[in-house]
């Protein structure tokens, strides 16, 4: 089965500063990786993805994200946060394997608070 | 930009009473999905339906629900007789494949409150 562990469940980061939300992961093959974002009253929306290759995947808005192998951690940055970017950080898998469920597994999510 | 919609934004209903959450996906999209999220718990899988049938389900989705799509654009869970831990924001998406690494577009949610 898969899993996805966000183990904060609130980011508080002053404007300006590099700000990180945590995402830890679980599967029986290896991974596809997303992020998303929501914003009051929206749906979630698509940030970036990991499928293969360079381990530093870069994403809407200035996000980034690094995904480590022997960690199973697949967590969200960005270098200097903006007020405008507090909401709601969502990380989900997907195994890539055959065996596995192409169903994405979501974390609960992670409310980012910037504050100016 | 396409997007995937959902109506109503909000619905309450009481307990035992039928619901119908409707979604529109984006037009070239051939997998929906819903998704609901209880209040401060984690974003839960609930069906995938491709192709005119359900195609994965969880144990959350139960004989209680069920899934259609009656026309060429709409996508709707119905829950027939609904129960007080119902109440969740209930999330549709779509995607182009099944396979592969094709993220999925969520609506924006419909917040179900089952009084």
């Known amino acids: 089965a898969q899993s996805v562990a966000q183990p904060e469940d609130q980011v508080n980061v002053a404007e300006g500063n590099p700000l990180t939300v945590k995402c830890t992961y679980s599967?029986?093959?290896?991974?596809?990786l997303f992020w998303y974002v929501q914003y009051p009253n929206r749906g979630l929306q698509f940030l970036l993805k990991?499928?293969?290759?360079?381990?530093l995947v870069k994403g809407s808005y200035g996000f980034e994200a690094e995904f480590n192998k022997s960690q199973t951690s697949f967590h969200l940055k960005k270098p200097s946060a903006l007020v405008s970017d507090s909401a709601l950080y969502f990380c989900?898998?997907?195994?890539?394997?055959?065996?596995?469920?192409?169903?994405?597994?979501f974390g609960r999510g992670t409310s980012l608070i910037v504050h100016p | 930009e396409p997007e995937v919609t959902q109506t109503p934004s909000h619905q309450v209903t009481q307990m035992g009473q039928e619901v119908i959450l409707r979604c529109v996906p984006i037009s070239n999209h051939l997998y929906f999905y819903w998704y609901r999220q209880i209040l401060g718990q984690k974003v839960e899988f609930l069906v995938s339906?491709?192709?005119?049938?359900?195609?994965?389900k969880s144990e959350i989705f139960d004989d209680q629900f069920s899934v259609e799509r009656p026309d060429g654009s709409n996508f709707t869970l119905k829950i027939r007789s609904t129960k007080l831990e119902d109440s969740a924001m209930y999330f549709c998406?779509?995607?182009?494949?099944?396979?592969?690494?094709?993220?999925?577009?969520f609506g924006q949610g419909t917040r179900l409150t089952v009084v």
């Open positions: 989900a898998v997907r195994d890539m394997s055959s065996g596995g469920s192409y169903i994405p597994t």
């Open positions: 990991y499928i293969t290759g360079d381990n």
């Open positions: 998406a779509s995607s182009e494949a099944l396979q592969g690494p094709t993220e999925a577009f």
């Open positions: 599967v029986s093959g290896n991974p596809y």
């Open positions: 339906f491709y192709n005119n049938e359900i195609s994965e």
